[in-house]
């Protein structure tokens, strides 16, 4: 199936985005500053990439719990075996302080000495955000408003759990037997998220471009495969009626799996991939890929001194090329991924030619 492109009008990407300042032609000698400049496992490491699939304790850290969809905290045994010893379940937490105040003793009855209750740790909603009022649909609180009911112990999810673990599984750059004509040497890639209703950071569009042509390969919205709380519009620039109209002329990928197949017909193993961050972008995906070059670890290597306005890519592009990118309402993936390429050609273009 040949990749989706994207083409709504009510975008405000341009073409090619940012200006193409910098000319790098596609020649061995270039491929091969691109190969000097790839992060070292370490330091991928340390950014966060994934490197191998989640063994037992790291899948079991991707877990949450199935009623307020905190995730299990690092170096903290799960609360789930613990049981209460007043056998208290869920309770309402009252709204009122009338509703606090327990019933006045009658006269000469002893006063009951009263035993703290385990406070709860668990808080959660049973209702949904009513979209138009954004309160829920449970209390009638505000949608930012602390669960109305509560429980002594947070429920998480197994990590033998068969949809976490199909949720969580990475995928490596497939070997082929052969280099496909679609293989390309060098691309820049970059994503964008919503987040999905347990809090997870869900692919709703991706971007792919080749490093040395700038020619789009890909550019497309992606359904997310998780039901969503948010678009995350400020950021993604993406709304929930760009993704319906997409859904409904078939102008997206089908899911995260549709998606990284589309991304894996350009990617060997050898593949260098260019991104700002690409940590977050890889693991959207659920690709695992070696050959990284991570413009935010490359702008590392200035030394320890920190970068004047932050290492944001926008602030970056802005000091190394002088062009303003993400000026319009959220983020654009074409333009990031360009931008991201824009800054690794000043890198390139420092190394010497033999
Ligand atoms: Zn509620
Ligand atoms: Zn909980």
Redesign the pocket.
Known sequence: MPPKRRNNPRRRSSARPPTRVCEDPFTPANVEKLRLLCNSEKERKQEGYILNNLDDREMSYKSR?T????RRQKNRRSTKKKKSKSGSGPTRIPLSTEETSPPAPEAGQPVPVAVPAPAP????HVGKVLPNTKVWSCCHQDASTKGCIAREA??YESQHDPALRANWQYHRTPLSSAPLPSHRAAIAIDAEMGTAVNGDLELIRITLIDFFTTDILLDSLVLPSAKLQSYNTVYSGITAEDMEQAIAVGNCLFGRDAAREAVFEFLSPETIVVAHGGNCDLSALRIIHENVIDTLILEGYHGAKKTLGGRTLKNLVKLSRGIEIQCGVGHDSLEDAMGARELVSVFVDMIPDE
Do not use: K
Request: charged share 20%; glycine share 0%.
């Open positions: 719990c009623a307020c969809h905190r740790i668990c808080h959660y947070h429920d």
